[in-house]
Structure formats: C-alpha cells, structure tokens
C-alpha cells in the first residue's frame, strides 16, 4: 500500500499544470528527433540533455521521462517506414513493419506499435512502481563489497553479450574506465591523466562524454555512409487498426511486456535478446507463420511491446541500485549525476517527490505519446524528407550548442570534437560504444566502492568476497563467462558428428 500512496503522491506532482507541460514538450520533442533516422533513444536523449540543464531536477526529470518514451517511439517510425533501425533494439520491428507498408498496411503497422507501446509501458511501470520499494529494502543492507561485485557483473555482462566479439567488447570497456579515471584521485587528491590541463582537473562531463560518443560519432559515422540517393519513404494516414489486427495483436503485446520487463531489469538484459526472443515465439505461435518474413502484424506487436517493457524494467536497477544496464539508462544516470544527484537504495529516502514524480510521468507520458502519435503519423513521416545531409549537419550544430552550454567553455568543444572522433573510430574497429559509455560513468563509482570495501578489510583481497551476497554475485559473473563458450563448444562438437555419421 506505500507503494501505491506514494504513487499517488507522485501522480500529484507530475499533474501540476507546469509539470503537464514539460511533460508534453518531452514528449513532443523526443518523438521528433527520435523518427530522425540513424538516431536511436540513447542519442536523442544525450542530444536534449543539455536542454532539461536550466530547469528544476523534478521538472527535468519529468521532461526527461517524455523525451525516454518519445524517442522510443520515433525509432519504430523509422524502421517501419524506412527500413532504418535508430538502434538494435528496433532490428526486429523493421523486419516485419516495413514489409507491412510496403503492401501498403503502414498504419496498422504503426498503430500496432504505437498502441503495443502504449500497454507495454503502462504495465511495466506499474511492475516498476511495485518492485522499485521491495528491491530498496534488500540493497539497503548492502555493502560496498556487494555494490562492487554488481558493478563487476555489469561491467562483464555488457561486454560479454553486446558486439560480435568479447574482445573489442573488453577493449571498449578499457576505454571508459580509462576515461573515468581522467582528474582528481579523491583519496590522494593527486590529478590523474589531465596532461597538465586544468580543464580536466574536475573530469569530463557527462554531457560532452554522451554527447560526443554517441551523437558526434553516430552523426560522423552515418554521414560517412551516406547514400546518395535518397532513401524511399513509404506515405502513411493517420494509424489505425482493422477488427482483425486487433484480434493477432493484443495477445504479442501482452507475451512482449512479460518477455521483456525481466530482461530489462537484469544487467546486459537489455531489449536485443527480448525482441528476438518475442519474435521468435511469435512465429511459433502464429496461426499465419506464412506471413512472416512477409509482413505479419504479430512479428511488429510482440518486438515492439517487448522494447518498451524492457526500457521500463532497465529503470529497476537504475533507481534501485545505481547500476545503468542499457545505453539509455547510462545517459540517464549521467543526468541524475549532472544534478548532484546518485541513484541508489537512498534515492527513495533522500528524493521521493522527484523519483515518485518521475515514475507517475511515465505513466502520463505514455497516454500523450498515443494520444500524440496515433492522429499525427503522417506529420512524422514528413520529417524523414529532411534532406540527409542537412540532417546530419544540424545534430553535429546542436551537439556543439549542447556540450558548450553544459559549462560555457569552448575546452568542451575541442573536447567533443575528440569524442566524436573517438566514437567515430570504435565504429569503425567494430568496437561497441555502450560498454565504453558505461565505463566511463559507472567506472569512478566503482572505483569508490572497491577502495571502500579494501579500507575496510584493511588491504585484504578477501574483503571483496566476505558476504554472502558477493560470493552469489561472483558466481553467476563465473556463469555468464563460462558457461556460453562450454555449451557453444558442446553444440559444435555434436553438429560434427551428425556430419561425420551423414558423411560417412
């Protein structure tokens, strides 16, 4: 019951006429850069970051929560209409929504959407509002052994199950903490990697780090690419849905929210592995698997409700622990910090206007964006008839505009130019920028706890694992690192020898 009336609490924060307007702004905001092709959530949130700066935290944080949402819907309107994925996470809905409006069912592909969204969301931050206060209690009694081990699980998790190869996903990591590390030691107050430069004695904002690894390096990297000829955009009305779409959708959208809010919540769970796991067992179950590969409304449903339960459940550890799992939630655990403010067990205690506040504009958020979405797709598709080269120019002039408002100073501007370069070249190598972007953020938390759990075993390695909850932790870190390469060995070595026994 305190879950609920705190809730209510904070549905009466969120409803102040101001706080409505914010709200809708972000909303209205984060779907406009977010249908901008090539651009994912993670990027239209580090682009607007700079934005919700000048405002109070509640009121950001509210803006901030219409931006997460709006730019999730943007990049399923991109992939539906234009057969590009914003981000991984949409890979599945491009499969099966561009298909659909190319046989001229776009607006049952993006109601699907739009709507599957909608409930996904709605349920998940009903599961997140519920869960948020059991997992507060636990992590109260938490030590910093503990808080290090879940770090160490996060770090590995990421870098284990996002990109093609373990390496460069390693590799990438080792840059983030590098960059983390970059200013003062707080213990021996002695600076660390700045060069002689004083610019860099207090690190490098989150802002310039986000804004440059992801919206500089992205923007370079596609521009890089750029097709000559225009991309085809598919014309679409106002989205709608047939009796019929109904009947095989709201079944996907019910399995994808379940799918994905536990994924979500869980460190690297992330929406990659839930949308195709939704898009698989929607297929098993279709009594129209024929339709798929070819425009089956079920393959949009499920992947889309999926990505939206898991953005919600990736909230859990965030607000709980502190502990970001995705792209998103790491930029937006650089936001909190750009206010000097730590997620973790205390937020609860120390800020529950703003986290409750947060938690009911989820909720609102979401009834604008179908509100907004539903009437107004054909508004939407005419942005992505910006021409490509101008596009791309004005995210690099707001990324600028951005990472020089963060502290008024042009060192950020020279240093957003190395980012971007640096985001631009991990693209290049095949090197994934989520677990460098995690690094860099999570990194000099880290850092706190493990000298804080060493100060306490006075030096002793033992008092990392001197708690029942590490030696947990560590085990499933030794699960995750072993256990795929053994079972990926095993199904190699009995493919073989099927082979063999074929052959011979």
Known sequence: MDAFTELLNGFATAAHPTNLLYAFVGVLLGTAIGVLPGIGPAMTIA???PLTYTLEPTQAFIMFAGIYYGGMYGGSTTSILLN???ESASVV?????????RKGRAAAALATAAIGSFIAGTIGTLCLALLAPVIVKLAVKMGAPDYFAVMVLAFIAVTTVLGSSKIRGLAALAIGLLIGTIGI????GQQRLTLGLPELADGIDVVVVAVGLFAVGEALWIAAHLRRTPAEIITVGAARMSREDWRRSWKPWLRGTVIGFPFGAIPAGGAEIPTFLSYVIEKKLSKHPEEFGHGAIEGVAGPEATNNASAA???VPLLTLGIPTTATAAVMLGAFQGYGIQPGPRLLQTQPELVWGLVASLFIGNVILLALNLPLAPM???LLRIPRPYLYAGILFFASIGAYAANLSTFDLWLLLLL???GFGMRRFGLPVVPAIIGIILGPTAEEQLRRALQISDGHVSGLTNTWFSKIVYLVMLLVVVVPPIVSRLRKRSTDRELTEVGG
């Not at 030691?185 to 021996?188: A, E, K």
């Open 420 to 422: 971007g370069a640096l």
């Open 313 to 315: 459940g990736g909230l």
């Open 185 to 188: 030691d707080p213990t021996s």
């Open 93 to 101: 809905t491009a499969i099966e929504g561009n298909k659909m409006a």
């Open 380 to 382: 939407w598709a005419k």
């Open 84 to 86: 590009t994925p914003g």
């Open 47 to 49: 682009l607007l970051l």
